[in-house]
């Protein structure tokens, strides 16, 4: 009912990518995988994939996908940037092994990697929300300490701190381009 109210109001036949949006604890992954099959098989999506799932779950869901016959998860949406690499140690290797490409949100970790946010100015000289919370986890000493190796690196290459971070995000072998 939600991807046919959304096809409505996106005034469309079909999604092209589906994505089913953090842990659901109260379905079981069998109904949810099943689900997501009955909207390809339907014509209503195309390609299916999860929004940070740990990787174990992604896995189980895989494994029957695959056992199913069911159209495999293609894509992952997930947090990844410079100072926040956690999915490397099991999502990626995950996704490599099973063909699902990464697709990255928040590369710019809530814009602290965009080089404005320093020891001197944490706040960026603003009043924004990276002000008055953490909106993402980050060893904020490490991060500040990465800005200024990535200023560095911008000036050899004509390049923004922003740019820079993206460019080595597009160098993971995960990440969907």
């Known amino acids: 009912a939600e991807c046919e109210a959304?096809?409505?109001?996106?005034?469309?036949?079909y999604i092209d990518v589906y994505l089913v949006h953090k842990v659901d604890a109260l379905t079981p992954v069998e109904e949810t995988v099943e689900a997501l099959e009955t909207l390809v098989r339907t014509g209503k999506v195309r390609y299916v994939g999860f929004s940070n799932w740990p990787a174990w779950l992604a896995a189980k869901a895989v494994g029957i996908q695959r056992a199913r016959g069911y159209s495999q998860f293609r894509g992952a949406e997930m947090y990844y940037s410079l100072v926040g690499r956690d999915l490397e140690h099991e999502v990626v290797p995950f996704c490599l092994d099973a063909g699902v490409g990464v697709m990255v949100w928040s590369p710019l970790?809530?814009?602290f990697l965009s080089g404005k946010y320093?020891?001197?100015?944490?706040?960026?000289?603003?009043n924004d929300r990276?002000?008055?919370?953490?909106?993402?986890?980050?060893?904020?000493?490490?991060?500040f300490a990465l800005?200024?190796?990535?200023?560095?690196?911008g000036v050899v290459h004509g390049a923004s701190p922003a740019q820079v971070a993206i460019a080595w995000l597009l160098t993971r072998p995960a990440v969907a381009s």
């Not at 959304?6 to 036949?13: F, H, M």
């Not at 990276?130 to 991060?143: I, S």
């Open 6 to 13: 959304s096809l409505r109001r996106l005034g469309t036949d």
């Open 109 to 111: 970790a809530g814009g």
């Open 147 to 153: 800005i200024e190796v990535l200023k560095a690196i």
């Open 130 to 143: 990276l002000g008055g919370f953490d909106f993402l986890p980050y060893d904020r000493e490490r991060g």
């Open 118 to 126: 320093t020891r001197e100015q944490p706040k960026g000289g603003s």
